[in-house]
């Protein structure tokens, strides 16, 4: 159970999380903002595991999307409601 937190405490002060949100306050439309969170996910998975598939654990990969996705939403949320304001 603490792994799995700690995996996902991790993603969300990591790239997912951060850059996800960075990159969903950039545009907006809801699906774009998600789908660029996700893609961070998978990059920052691919890079800590170097590059190698076999390295790549399916829980990590899985949280590190889901967080991506999240951050990328919230990004985009922000940035309509900033604009609406």
Do not use: H
Not at 7 to 22: H, K, M, Q, R, W
Not at 43 to 56: A, C, H, K, N
């Amino acid at each position: 159970m603490l792994e799995i937190l700690g995996t996902i405490g991790g993603n969300i002060l990591s790239l997912p999380g951060i850059l996800g949100l960075a990159l969903g306050m950039m545009t907006r439309r809801l699906w774009l903002g998600a789908l660029m969170g996700g893609l961070v996910g998978v990059v920052e998975t691919l890079v800590f595991s170097g590059w190698r598939f076999d390295q790549i654990e399916t829980m990590e990969l899985v949280i590190a999307i889901i967080v991506g996705v999240i951050a990328g939403s919230l990004g985009c949320a922000i940035r309509l409601k900033g604009a609406s304001a």
